[in-house]
């Protein structure tokens, strides 16, 4: 599985970017997956957000709750990282990814097949 990220840049404090993770074309199990995982500087890599593939099962971590969206569109194969009230601590490099062995989905998982590259959002105050 490919997974291609895009969307991130400099925002400012409050901005509403939208990231993009599209995945190679093919069908996806009925177990798969996404997640969206960020790594600040000096900082674990953590998910922030996850959606399966079938359904929209979602669930976020604390601190992007209210604030980011996580959603898909299965006819593209994307899923996207809506991100709105940024704050500066939101600055980190955003990576997606998937797994098709997925039965609860949690941003507690740590085990994914299959990564994106990063890409950087950098939050300006």
């Known amino acids: 599985v490919q997974l291609q990220a895009s969307g991130g840049g400099l925002v400012q404090a409050g901005g509403s970017p939208r990231l993009s993770c599209a995945a190679s074309g093919r069908t996806f199990s009925r177990y798969a997956a996404v997640g969206w995982f960020r790594q600040a500087p000096g900082k674990e890599r953590e998910c922030v957000a996850a959606?399966?593939?079938?359904?929209?099962?979602?669930d976020y971590t604390d601190s992007v709750k209210g604030r980011f969206t996580i959603s898909k569109d299965n006819a593209k194969n994307t899923v996207y990282l809506q991100m709105n009230s940024l704050k500066p601590e939101d600055t980190a490099v955003y990576y997606c990814?998937?797994?098709?062995?997925?039965?609860?989905?949690?941003?507690?998982?740590?085990?994914?097949?299959?990564w994106g590259q990063g890409t950087q959002v950098t939050v300006s105050s």
């Open positions: 959606i399966s593939w079938q359904g929209s099962k979602t």
């Open positions: 990814a998937l797994d098709e062995t997925i039965i609860v989905v949690s941003v507690t998982r740590k085990l994914w097949a299959s």
